[in-house]
């Protein structure tokens, strides 16, 4: 998980569930001039997004997909409103 820019001076989390699913927590402040650079590495085809989504599901199946980031084998789940 990565908290983005600035937040409050203090923060309640739930670490049982961090723990639980041996999540990783970070912030990072400085991050402006990024977005326009990945956004030009997707388009110019230098990064495959495709590749990143490691499961689809239907809408019917929203709650699976919903808990598929517990399985650390999983990027992206994609829930799809109807079929490809």
Same mark, same amino acid.
């Given at each position: *998980?990565? %908290?983005?820019? *600035? =937040? @409050?001076?203090?923060? $309640? %989390? @739930?670490? =049982? %569930?961090?723990?639980?699913?041996?999540?990783?927590?970070?912030? +990072?402040?400085?991050?402006? =001039? +990024?977005? @326009?650079?990945?956004?030009?590495?997707?388009?110019? =085809?230098?990064?495959?997004?495709?590749?990143?989504?490691?499961?689809?599901?239907?809408?019917?199946? +929203?709650? $699976?997909?919903? +808990?598929?980031? $517990?399985? @650390?084998?999983?990027?992206?789940?994609?829930?799809?409103?109807?079929?490809?």
């Amino acid at each position: *998980m990565v %908290l983005v820019g *600035m =937040g @409050p001076d203090e923060l $309640r %989390l @739930p670490f =049982g %569930l961090i723990q639980q699913r041996e999540l990783k927590l970070t912030g +990072t402040f400085r991050y402006a =001039g +990024t977005w @326009p650079a990945a956004i030009a590495l997707a388009a110019s =085809g230098q990064v495959d997004l495709d590749s990143l989504v490691t499961a689809e599901y239907s809408l019917a199946e +929203t709650e $699976r997909a919903l +808990t598929a980031g $517990r399985d @650390p084998r999983q990027v992206k789940a994609v829930v799809r409103s109807e079929a490809r």
